[in-house]
Antibody, heavy 118, light 108 residues
Framework: QVQLQESGPGLVKPSETLSLTCAVS?????????WGWIRQPPGKGLEWIGS???????YYNPSLKSRVTISVDTSKNQFSLKLSSVTAADTAVYYC???????????WGQGTLVTVSS | SSELTQDPAVSVALGQTVRITCQGD??????ASWYQQKPGQAPVLVIY???NRPSGIPDRFSGSSSGNTASLTITGAQAEDEADYYC???????????FGGGTKLTVL
């Protein structure tokens, strides 16, 4: 059974960099699939941030591309998100998920709330 | 703004059938996937591909598509189906992912 778990600071100061890691268990990242990050501001809808393949190939949301870096560490079976120059608008629950090329995300991590505030 | 459009809210009487729709140009080329999200929980995939249900998803959930519109149908809605539902697909270029704005389903 594939499981994903997000981890990282729950509070980030404005203008700093948000960093999160997604640990994958029950499946080797190197075996295939893309892996993605999705966020959800409080009370709002889902927004795709970006996705990465085990080879390092990435896709990013054009609206966030200038601030986003997604990387993968196959030795630790995890992938990571960095979002720079954050503002209050980046406050959200951040989810990681496995992404099939057919377009769907499954399964999802439980999500982690990141608040941007001084 | 989202490239997939969903009605913000839909209601259905207990035991009746409800259809939730998702519109967008990318749906002419790509199938929509559908997710159920209950308060305080992560989204759960309920339909993917042409009309596939992951293991554990009741068969009262089904998907269909016509032109630029994808639909999620719940046949015989149950109280536990009350949730937010989101669609997603690749965008028209195929290089990105888009989500609909979500539909809040109320079971009366």
């Amino acid at each position: 059974q594939v499981q994903l778990q997000e981890s990282g600071p729950g509070l980030v100061k404005p203008s700093e960099t948000l960093s999160l890691t997604c640990a994958v268990s029950g499946y080797s990242i190197s075996s295939g699939y893309y892996w993605g990050w999705i966020r959800q501001p409080p009370g709002k809808g889902l927004e795709w941030i970006g996705s990465i393949y085990h080879s390092g190939s990435t896709y990013y949301n054009p609206s966030l591309k200038s601030r986003v870096t997604i990387s993968v560490d196959t030795s630790k079976n995890q992938f990571s998100l960095k979002l720079s120059s954050v503002t209050a608008a980046d406050t959200a629950v951040y989810y990681c998920a496995r992404w099939a090329m057919g377009g769907w995300f499954d399964p999802w991590g439980q999500g982690t709330l990141v608040t941007v505030s001084s | 703004s989202s490239e997939l459009t969903q009605d913000p809210a839909v209601s259905v009487a207990l035991g009746q059938t409800v259809r939730i729709t998702c519109q967008g140009d990318s749906l002419r080329s790509y199938y929509a996937s559908w997710y159920q999200q209950k308060p305080g929980q992560a989204p759960v995939l309920v339909i993917y591909g042409k009309n596939n249900r992951p293991s554990g998803i009741p068969d009262r959930f089904s998907g269909s598509s016509s032109g630029n519109t994808a639909s999620l149908t719940i046949t015989g809605a149950q109280a536990e189906d009350e949730a937010d539902y989101y669609c997603n697909s690749r965008d028209s270029s195929g290089n990105y992912v888009v989500f609909g704005g979500g539909t809040k389903l109320t079971v009366l």
